[in-house]
Structures are given as structure tokens and as C-alpha cells.
């Protein structure tokens, strides 16, 4: 399993509309998508304008290929993608350790 | 519970090592820390100088006044600072959504 994390900057006093919009693309858009496995959104404490979103996907190619190349990809940036002040990190990553809880 | 995020830079061709210390750093300091939860270490697909390890505190000021403000602190650092090639980037964010799996 991969972890896509996608580093977010919106706009600023959107947290709610951005909030709804990213659980309905999520849910309309993403959970369909070949290879995923789940979601999280999170929010920043000391910079409520930064969002940071992990997906994971079965490989890493789910996201970078099937996702990033079919029509889903251009769904989701329409939903998301008017909220952001600049353009987001994305990057994937290879669980290392975690504990045991 | 909130999420911490730490993201590390590390020097080159380290990452056997770097991973080893993390791991003894977190067993041996962190998991005794007070409101300690969890924790997940993250190494970069694109980019393998770059960690995420997420820790899981019960409150933001057991991490931000109980942990930093205690000699552990510097315990964790002497093992994982070596390793870094620049000053890690640390905050903090409450769960907004997640999927049900």
C-alpha cells in the first residue's frame, strides 16, 4: 500500500465551503477510483489555510497512471481546485514503521 | 487526538541508519512520552532524503509544552538530529474526515 500525501494551501475564510467540497469530491470522485484504499482529510492547527490530504492506494501507479489519466483526475481538480491559492505537493510514500496501537 | 506531522530532510545514503535511530528514537523515548499515541514513519517515493512521520497525541500541548518542555526533547534530538540536512517542519492538524475503511 502507498500513501499519497497532498499538501494544500486555500484560500483564506473558505474552511467550510473547501471542507464540503473536498468530502463530496472525495466521496463522488476518488472512492471510485481503481486502487483506492482510503482517505483522511486534516486540517492545520497553527495554519488553518493549509490542508494536508492522505490517500492510499493499492500501488503507486493507481494514483500516478489510472487515476491522473482518466477523466476522474479533471472531476476532482474542478471540484477542488478553485479553493487552492497555489498549486499543490503531492508526493507518495512507503510505510516504514508504525506502532503497535 | 491530534495528528502531528514532522517533515524531515535528511542527509544522502543515511536512510538505513536514519531509519534504525528513528525507530530506536520512538521506542525508547517517544512511546514513553505523556499522551502518546502512535505513530507512523513515512519515507518519500520521489525523493528518499524526505521522512513524514506522523505522531498521535492525545492533546497539542502534550506534544507542544508537556514533550518539548521536558529533557526527552532533547534525548530525541540527539539521536534523529544528526541525521537531518535541514530544520525539520513541525505542525499540527485535527482529523477533518475520513473514509470508513
Known amino acids: 500500500m502507498i500513501l499519497e500525501l497532498a499538501d494544500f494551501s486555500i484560500h483564506p475564510n473558505q474552511n ?3 471542507e464540503a467540497a473536498i468530502q463530496r469530491g472525495l466521496a463522488s470522485v476518488i472512492s471510485h477510483a481503481k486502487g483506492f484504499e482510503g482517505f ?3 486540517r492545520c492547527i497553527e ?11 493499492t500501488t503507486l ?5 489510472d487515476f ?11 471540484i477542488v481546485g ?13 510505510l516504514v514503521a508504525k506502532s503497535a496501537s
Chains 1, 2 share one sequence.
Open 82 to 94: 478553485p479553493f487552492f491559492a497555489s498549486p499543490p505537493v503531492v508526493q507518495h510514500f512507503e
Open 47 to 57: 495554519n488553518p489555510q493549509r490542508y494536508v490530504l492522505q490517500i492510499f492506494w
Open 16 to 18: 467550510a465551503a473547501f
Open 61 to 65: 501507479e493507481n494514483h500516478t497512471v
Open 68 to 78: 491522473r489519466e482518466s477523466p476522474a483526475f479533471t472531476e476532482w481538480r474542478a
Open 40 to 42: 483522511k482529510v486534516n
